[in-house]
């Protein structure tokens, strides 16, 4: 396990592992960020690499523990992802990350959204304004991440920040305090910035807690940017 502390308070702030479940470290105040440093198969790199972007999911829905397992087969299902092995391993990482999620977060429901980004409109150093965030990208490069002790200089900065900056490697999940966490808290991120002369497309799975219960499955598909 690999901890990093903050210079100043000498407080755990991140944690890495290759267990799933460091994530559960997300409930001690102390962590602001849990990484589960994983792999998942070549073969489903491969298959997800050469999915025309037609066919990569583009959705977002929110749902209950019940309604789960359905409601992520019409996500893919509005995409018109093919369907055979990769599909099945492609839904059942989502069901379990998102049943995950909310074990962890004490929750009933869980705003999914699997999004394809090929823009760049995401670049700039961020904290979510949300209790907690889980993060891992199945195509493309991953979210970039700062130390805490450099978060505020990212912040001021932006484009001219010089500082170290780390980067959730593919298929590895992060959960990331948000800003409503505690008082000046949260991670700053920010997606990987993206050369259009680079033609790179990303899918990203994002879960967080509904702002508001549901009654039931509610999915939107999202407008592409190209």
């Not at 799933?20 to 997800?48: G, K």
């Not at 907690?132 to 991440?145: D, F, I, K, M, V």
Request: hydrophobic share 40%.
């Amino acid at each position: 396990m690999t901890v990093a502390l903050d210079a100043t308070t000498r407080e755990t702030l991140v944690l890495q592992a290759y267990a799933p479940s460091i994530l559960n470290r997300l409930r001690d105040p102390a962590v602001e960020l849990a990484i589960w440093e994983r792999t998942l198969p070549r073969v489903f790199a491969d298959w997800i690499d050469s999915l025309p972007t037609e066919y990569l999911p583009d959705a977002r829905a929110v749902t209950d523990d019940v309604s789960l397992e359905a409601t992520v087969t019409a996500m893919l299902n509005a995409a018109c992802t093919p369907s055979g092995a990769m599909r099945d391993m492609l839904h059942e990482d989502v069901v379990a990350l998102a049943r995950r999620f909310m074990a962890i977060m004490g929750s009933a429901q869980v705003d999914i959204r699997l999004e394809v980004v090929d823009h760049d409109a995401c670049w700039k150093f961020h904290r979510d304004c949300v209790e907690a965030r889980l993060l891992t990208t199945y195509r493309g490069p991953g979210t970039q991440w700062i130390s805490p002790a450099y978060g505020e200089e990212a912040l001021n900065c932006q484009k001219d920040y010089r500082g170290p900056i780390q980067n959730l490697t593919r298929f590895a999940v992060g959960i990331f305090k948000g800003s409503c966490a505690a008082p000046a808290g949260g991670i700053v991120h920010r997606s990987p910035p993206l050369d259009s002369s680079d033609s790179v497309t990303r899918l990203l799975l994002c879960l967080n807690l509904p702002r508001v219960p549901v009654r039931q499955s509610v999915i939107q598909n999202r407008t592409r940017h190209t």
